[in-house]
């Protein structure tokens, strides 16, 4: 059943060692079947070099195990909950990556320092707060996917596909799976830039409004002009 699907998200995720996003199986990529409602996700605590497509695990919406003969990844009760909150997005990403790990850690939002970052994310890429013990230790997999949608309620998730749990890790996101991870290299990317800039800098401040305005929206919107026209 949705073997293209399962073999989409096989690739995306043996994109995340590619790009050096993972060490061991800290990570893993989802994207769900709209029409269906099912998506499919690395399995849990399986080495990528070990992955085969099939052994993708596909899901539905309430958490029921459709097909596979793996359990899925630890945190699929969180990709479910931004599935439910955000249902403009077709893939998600979590990963442990040194360098947003790292602001995860500190408690720290990414500041927008300069244009790379302006150019995939609009504004300072946010660090939500830590789970409370009771949600820990109630549901903490679908609490941290409950924190993140509460976050964006009010806010556009396609401008900001990124997002730091405190003390714990990045979450991205985008139409699919392969974008997903696009998204989770530019956050790392940015972060290791920012964290850099701080050091050389210590007084460093964000760029200029005018300047992320211009870098954003000439990738995005309705008057972007980055690119080749389609």
Not at 43 to 69: A, H
Not at 104 to 124: F, L, N
Request: proline letters at 5%; hydrophobic letters at 35%; a negative charge.
């Amino acid at each position: 059943m949705l073997e293209e699907l399962k073999r989409r998200v096989y690739e995306a995720n043996m994109l995340l060692p590619k790009y050096g996003l993972v060490t061991f199986t800290w990570g893993n990529v989802s994207e769900i079947d709209r029409e269906t409602g099912y998506f499919a996700i690395k399995p849990s605590g399986v080495d990528y070099d070990k992955l085969m497509p099939e052994d993708m695990v596909l899901m539905d919406l309430e958490g029921n195990k459709i097909e596979g003969r793996y359990n899925p990844s630890s945190d699929t009760a969180t990709h479910i909950e931004l599935y439910k909150a955000f249902t403009g997005i077709g893939g998600i990403v979590h990963t442990h990556s040194p360098w947003a790990t790292s602001w995860a850690q500190a408690g720290r939002g990414i500041p927008c320092y300069g244009t790379t970052h302006a150019d995939y994310m609009y504004g300072e890429i946010p660090c939500v707060r830590n789970l409370t013990k009771e949600e820990i230790e109630e549901a903490y997999e679908k609490n941290t996917g409950v924190l993140i949608a509460d976050y964006f309620k009010d806010k556009d998730y396609a401008a900001m596909p990124a997002v730091l749990c405190k003390n714990h890790g990045p979450f991205t996101w985008g139409k699919d799976g392969a974008e997903a991870v696009h998204n989770a290299v530019v956050l790392e990317e940015v972060a290791k830039m920012a964290a850099r800039a701080e050091q050389i800098n210590p007084d460093i401040k964000e760029a200029p409004q005018s300047l992320q305005d211009k870098h954003y929206y000439r990738k995005h919107g309705a008057n972007a002009y980055y690119g080749q026209s389609k």
